[in-house]
């Protein structure tokens, strides 16, 4: 029996999403446990991409439970289309797989537009305009609305008011326009009484099934650099993404934890604004892009491409307590050569061995480069570490030296199968 946190290292989209279905078979239940919509995680099975926003990647295999939990935040339209193209693919077959925490926060439709209309103005932070930020605003402002709030008619009527009388000013303020309270207030009785069937006390569910033996795999959203408290702030996201994450987000424990694996790419991409110290311009830039098909699942926006940056990685190492690295896409760097690894900074001229994160600190940060040798040979028929050529072996070893940190597995193509597997969490 094992629970395992899988959580990104970088700044997002390390293909967290492939690795989960991975690891899935291994577990009996998948968990969300922070985030929204914003994230979007692309799995290719047999050939076919699929990817979900809001429902654990583990939903691709059937019978497994996915629960979304307490440290969500779900836009229930979203969620509902979701359960409908998964049912439509012949995915989900049972409504009791699927679990909804009644105390994760709904995002409506005036959290998306004031999203919206702050990133037309000066303070744009490159948000997904899923309306994420003031969701989790509300939730901290104690006026969050929650998935069981929808079921209760008196409730939601008072909630709603009151969320319209101090907003509708600032909405109409930022250049929106107001809403009106009876339309929003069916709408989401509407969606309260579809989702009623999946909500739960998802924590109390989770500690039962941790104490019957089961599986659980908690599957992270967005990366360890854009949490709240431990990313680039203010260029991050507005909840905890990191592994601690997993056990506030979910009802469970510290306790109940056993491993932690960090998903990287080979190299390092950002989407929305914020710094990027080993980002890349130009011919690599463009090729990284091209090669690792690198466009956001949820908006599609080109993402900005750098070398991989093992002092963020040290970074993300510690603030997650991480068992192990999973490295993805590590054939995108066929015919790459030097591949370069950023292994420190150079902060006003003293050398810092991990990613500085003061706003200051971290625009002028220099990165300090080795040059590894590459290698020209396709990988993406291998299956053995010892297949690999030499140049790819020397790398992910180097990698794992530098950031202390034992490598898991190594993705060398988008599917299941292309992946070489050196160690599994779930079995020590
Ligand atoms: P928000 O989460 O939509 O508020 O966006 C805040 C920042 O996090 C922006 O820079 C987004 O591009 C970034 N972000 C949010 N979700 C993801 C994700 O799933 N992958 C990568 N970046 C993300």
Same mark, same amino acid.
Not at 101 to 110: E, Q
Not at 127 to 141: D, L, Q, S, V
Not at 320 to 343: E, Q
């Given at each position: ?153 008196g409730r939601l009527r008072e909630l709603l008011t009151r969320n319209l009388e101090e907003l509708n000013p600032y909405v109409e303020r930022l250049g929106g326009t107001a809403f009106a ?21 998802t924590s109390r569910y989770l500690y039962r099934a941790h104490k019957s033996g089961r599986d659980i795999l908690f599957e992270g959203a967005q990366g360890t650099l854009l949490d709240v ?49 080993? @980002?890349?311009? &130009? %011919?690599?830039?463009? *090729?990284? $892009? !091209? +090669? =690792? @098909?690198?466009? &956001? %699942?949820?908006?599609? *926006?080109? $993402? !900005? +491409? =750098?070398?991989?940056?093992? %002092? ?5 190492? !510690? ?110």
């Open positions: 029996m094992a629970s395992v946190v899988i959580v990104g290292a970088q700044w997002g989209d390390e293909g967290k999403g492939k690795v989960v279905d991975l690891y899935t078979e291994f577990a009996d239940i998948v968990v969300r446990y922070s985030g929204g919509s914003n994230a979007g995680h692309t799995l290719v099975v047999d050939g076919q991409k699929l990817v979900t926003h809001l429902v654990p990647s583990g939903v691709v295999r059937a019978g497994k439970k996915c629960v979304l939990g307490d440290g969500m935040v779900i836009e229930p339209e979203v969620l509902l289309k979701e359960i409908r193209e998964l049912k439509g693919k012949g995915l989900l077959q049972s409504d009791a797989d699927l679990l909804v925490s009644a105390r994760a926060h709904v995002i409506l439709p005036y959290h998306k537009e004031i999203d919206a209309l702050r990133e037309e103005g000066k303070g744009a932070l490159g948000t997904t305009k899923r309306g994420i930020g003031p969701a989790y605003e509300a939730k901290a402002g104690r006026r969050g609305i929650r998935a069981g709030d929808l079921l209760r008619e309270l009876e339309p929003l207030l069916a709408e989401a009785l509407a969606a309260g009484a579809e989702l009623k069937r999946y909500l739960a006390d408290d431990h990313g680039t702030y203010p260029y991050v996201t507005s909840a905890s993404t990191v592994a601690a994450g997993a056990c506030s987000g979910s009802g469970l424990g510290p306790t109940t934890i056993d491993a932690v694996i960090g998903i990287c790419k080979a190299y390092t991409t950002r989407v929305g604004g914020g710094p990027f110290p080993t @980002e890349l311009k &130009g %011919a690599m830039d463009a *090729r990284l $892009r !091209r +090669t =690792g @098909e690198e466009f &956001g %699942a949820t908006t599609g *926006r080109p $993402r !900005r +491409t =750098g070398w991989l940056d093992v %002092a963020a990685l040290r970074y993300a190492v !510690r603030v997650n307590g991480l068992s192990g690295l999973a490295m993805t896409k590590l054939d995108v760097l066929r015919g790459v050569s030097p591949i370069k690894v950023c292994v420190g900074y150079r902060v006003g001229g003293k050398p810092q061995d991990e990613i500085p994160l003061d706003p200051e600190d971290i625009v002028q940060a220099e990165p300090i480069y080795e040059d590894l040798e590459g290698f020209a040979e396709e990988i993406q028929s291998k299956r053995e570490f010892d297949d690999l050529p030499a140049g790819a072996r020397r790398f992910v070893r180097r990698v794992e030296a530098l950031a202390e940190t034992p490598i898991y597995l190594i993705s060398v193509g988008p599917s299941r199968s292309e992946t070489i597997v050196l160690r599994n969490p779930f079995r020590g």
